[in-house]
């Protein structure tokens, strides 16, 4: 079919981001205005805007399914996206579409449920040969049981929710005592984060990297992948930093992975977006853990590396068109990095940071691109997740990748609130992180400092405590005045000139 019209159930950058794929397709948007957000950014991409304002529904906006079909129906959309988080793998959701005829921009809700279920998922990779750590062969009932399969495999062991994600209703075992507790703790956080208390068990690999491969299907029987990104940048479970594609993997190891990913795809003839992950140990051995069945938040590393619109392939596969390449076709070109900002405060534990962004500048450059769904003005609420920006930089190679990167981190602004931009400094900036030698343990066990400090930060600091002062008294603040313009020097301005001297 052709899509002509497209619901986005979702906000933020992406929201603008398909906004930007749609309309290089013809295709009218349609964006969810909400009490929550009455004035985001978002909203001025879309072609029309849904009036969620007034809705008094107990469920929250983007996770209320009939509330998104209605709109949908009214709206006369074709399509609904959904982006990633929220309803994205939500096999409810992808049913009700089809019953309602309307395309869902991702997998069929059977393919959605066999890969959201991490159980079925793992039995489906046995069957096809992809590598897997030894565990349970289905979910485990009882503590007892799961104290047999651990003796079994031997310690340390994890659980893990079997319709889980993020991190939540995972638990490290170390010995066998600790495993009544950690069942009671996993299963009652499962069943509160997804409502499935289900678990399973499996060996715990210490400090793997975390490597996921891109993967497309059509509904005619094609595959290909396109490469990996390297995702160990990790605080508890949590990704902060990726990058394309792996220092870790030749070219060998590379199209083994990637034909294994293949084979998990086509064990339910997927078709659209996809990404499988992987564990990756010391010695090289990979093993599959999970499928994401929709688009992620790292996809623009891809794209950089690969020149290809993830959302557009998204959206024409989804349709029923063929892939338009194959894989001899896919070619990684450079490297990328992408550092998510956050509206957090690295010094007080990554808490969220809320409040109005008064002034938001972004480094421009032929190497860098911003995904963001804020502006001057912008509120960071409490409602939503704390990620306000992604930095995406591509370069030749990884040394100058990491180091455009910093350039462009140093040239990022955001004023009003506090953000992950010093911890992402503090990383790019780590003699380990520049060697590629880390894992998913790196913040915990590498960093002693989680945010950067440059040669003159101290002198900055004493810098603005003194322009703070002389603004707040009423004398001659003629060192602070620009004559020629007849005003104030911003203090932004007098920082920049400080730091080129």
């Given at each position: 079919m052709k899509v002509k019209s497209l619901l986005i159930a979702n906000r933020g950058e992406i929201a603008i981001r398909i906004c930007e794929t749609a309309k290089k397709m013809g295709i009218k948007t349609y964006g969810i205005k909400t009490p929550k957000e009455p004035n985001a950014y978002y909203l001025n991409f879309v072609d029309e805007v849904v009036d969620f304002s007034e809705d008094l529904e107990?469920?929250?906006?983007?996770?209320?399914?009939?509330?998104?079909?209605?709109?949908?129906?009214?709206?006369?959309?074709?399509?609904?996206?959904?982006?990633?988080?929220?309803?994205?793998?939500?096999p409810y959701f992808a049913k009700r579409c089809e019953e309602e005829k309307i395309l869902f921009i991702g997998p069929s809700a059977d393919i959605i449920y066999k890969m959201g279920n991490k159980t079925i998922a793992k039995q489906l990779a046995r069957k096809h040969n992809v590598p897997l750590l030894q565990g349970s062969h289905s979910n485990v009932r009882n503590p007892e049981e799961a104290v047999k399969i651990a003796n079994k495999i031997g310690f340390p062991v994890i659980l893990k929710a079997a319709a889980g994600g993020g991190g939540r209703g995972m638990r490290i075992v170390e010995k066998e005592s600790q495993i009544e507790k950690m069942f009671r703790l996993a299963t009652s956080e499962a069943e509160k984060a997804f409502n499935d208390g289900s678990v399973f068990i499996e060996k715990y690999v210490r400090n793997p990297k975390h490597i996921e491969f891109q993967v497309f299907g059509d509904k005619h029987g094609n595959y290909i992948h396109l490469g990996e990104r390297e995702c160990s940048i990790q605080r508890k479970h949590q990704k902060l930093l990726e990058e394309a594609?792996?220092?870790?993997?030749?070219?060998?190891?590379?199209?083994?992975?990637?034909?294994?990913?293949?084979?998990?795809?086509?064990?339910?003839?997927?078709?659209?977006?996809?990404?499988?992950?992987?564990?990756?140990?010391?010695?090289?051995?990979?093993?599959?853990?999970?499928?994401?069945?929709?688009?992620?938040?790292?996809?623009?590393?891809?794209?950089?590396?690969?020149?290809?619109?993830?959302?557009?392939?998204?959206?024409?596969?989804?349709?029923?068109?063929?892939?338009?390449?194959?894989?001899?076709?896919?070619?990684?070109?450079?490297?990328?990095i992408e550092c998510r900002i956050?509206?957090?405060?690295?010094?007080?534990?990554?808490?969220?940071?809320?409040?109005?962004?008064e002034k938001v500048q972004f480094p421009k450059s032929k190497h860098i691109r911003i995904d963001t769904g804020i502006s001057d003005k912008s509120v960071v609420t409490p409602y939503f997740d704390s990620m306000i920006a992604?930095?995406?930089?591509?370069?030749?190679?990884?040394?100058?990748?990491?180091?455009?990167?910093?350039?462009?981190?140093?040239?990022?602004?955001?004023?009003?609130?506090?953000?992950?931009?010093?911890?992402?400094?503090?990383?790019?900036?780590?003699?380990?992180?520049?060697?590629?030698?880390?894992?998913?343990?790196f913040i915990e066990k590498e960093m002693k400092e989680m945010f950067y400090k440059g040669e003159n930060d101290e002198l900055l600091a004493a810098f603005f405590a003194t322009f703070n002062h002389a603004a707040s008294l009423e004398t001659d603040r003629s060192t602070f005045v620009d004559f020629e313009k007849g005003k104030n020097i911003s203090p932004w301005v007098l920082n920049k000139r400080l730091k080129s001297l």
């Open positions: 107990e469920i929250p906006e983007f996770l209320d399914v009939e509330r998104l079909i209605e709109a949908a129906k009214t709206s006369k959309a074709d399509a609904i996206h959904p982006g990633y988080g929220f309803l994205s793998e939500n594609p792996s220092s870790a993997l030749n070219e060998a190891l590379r199209a083994e992975m990637g034909e294994a990913a293949i084979r998990i795809a086509k064990s339910v003839k997927y078709f659209t977006a996809g990404t499988v992950e992987f564990l990756l140990d010391d010695d090289k051995n990979y093993y599959f853990m999970e499928m994401n069945t929709r688009i992620q938040v790292e996809h623009p590393v891809t794209e950089k590396i690969t020149n290809l619109d993830l959302i557009e392939l998204q959206i024409k596969t989804a349709a029923g068109e063929e892939l338009p390449i194959k894989q001899e076709d896919v070619k990684l070109d450079g490297w990328a956050n509206a957090e405060d690295v010094q007080a534990g990554f808490s969220p940071f809320l409040g109005v962004i992604k930095l995406i930089v591509h370069s030749e190679n990884r040394e100058k990748a990491i180091q455009n990167t910093i350039n462009a981190l140093n040239k990022f602004w955001i004023k009003g609130i506090k953000t992950t931009i010093p911890f992402c400094k503090a990383v790019l900036s780590h003699p380990k992180f520049k060697k590629g030698d880390f894992n998913t343990s």
